[in-house]
């Protein structure tokens, strides 16, 4: 899917591309701002490359890619960023569970082109803001650090979740007579949320890093790297607070499975005075067998 962004009033307005035809006829009104290709298909590559000279890579959007290969600018100007996105699959109500995906980003001619396999809740977070607050974005660059802003936002959210999360699972935790099916069930909520800590822990590193980088390259105004150091402040903050659900996931974990135990000994306890009630008939089962003519005791 092809979609073109263009300001109009100070607002980001939306069209989308079905046929090269479309495209050129978009284009002919006004230049856009943003180009997002979302899951594209070779001729929708093919398109973007006829009309804006943009290669985009065969590898845009894997996951192995080093440092060095995810932040670069080419030597025609093209500037080349890689970076995860979360998905918080408890929000969207998505059965893939949570996870992080990777979107290329490639800046040239003051013209930002997206690519990504799926679509984003990020992304139509950014489309609703931007519609309907004017002058939010003024080019290319503010669609890409409202972009991280919104990221940023979204994995403050998700820790918010995952501290009520937690919260609920302390209530069963901590109350008194937690049995097996209990303890189980708590275990698998807190290794939910831990996956999911982890994932927002990298996900805020990865946008950290991307930031960082556009501030490096002095492609930003004045007030947009402004606006840049208040997104890196933002992620430090986000980082105490993840520090302290890692710490507060490992409490709990370590009540349930120490509850676990508790149970567990209850029933070797039992088994042991039971073992113990039966053992003289054991021992003389186990010295003579069966064989009641042979014992002189009777």
Known sequence: MLNVFTLANGRLAQQEIE?????????????????????????EKGWITQHFGVTIPADAVDDDLEESARF???DNGELHIRSDFLIDA??????RGPRNVRVAFILFSNVLFSIHGEELPVFRLLRLRAR???????????VLLKLYDADAEYSADALEGIYDSLEKVSARVLKQDVDDQAAGEALNAIAREEDLNGRIRRNVMDTRRAVSFMMRSRM????????????????DSLDSHS???FDK???LM??????????????????????VALLPPTLIASIYGMNFRAMPEL
Do not use: C, H, M
């Open 254 to 275: 370590n009540a349930t499975v120490g509850f676990i135990n508790i149970t567990q000994n209850k029933v070797v306890k039992i088994f042991s005075v039971a073992s």
């Open 19 to 43: 046929s090269l035809d479309d495209l050129a006829e978009a284009l002919t009104r006004v230049k856009p701002v943003w180009v997002d290709l979302d899951a594209p298909t070779e001729e």
């Open 132 to 142: 309907r607050i004017p002058a939010l974005i003024d080019d290319a660059k503010d």
């Open 249 to 251: 996931i490992n409490f």
């Open 90 to 95: 408890d929000r969207v109500l998505d059965e």
């Open 72 to 74: 670069y600018e080419e």
């Open 220 to 235: 930003l105004s004045a007030e947009q790297f402004e606006e840049a150091r208040q997104i890196l402040r933002d992620i």
């Open 243 to 245: 520090t302290f659900l």
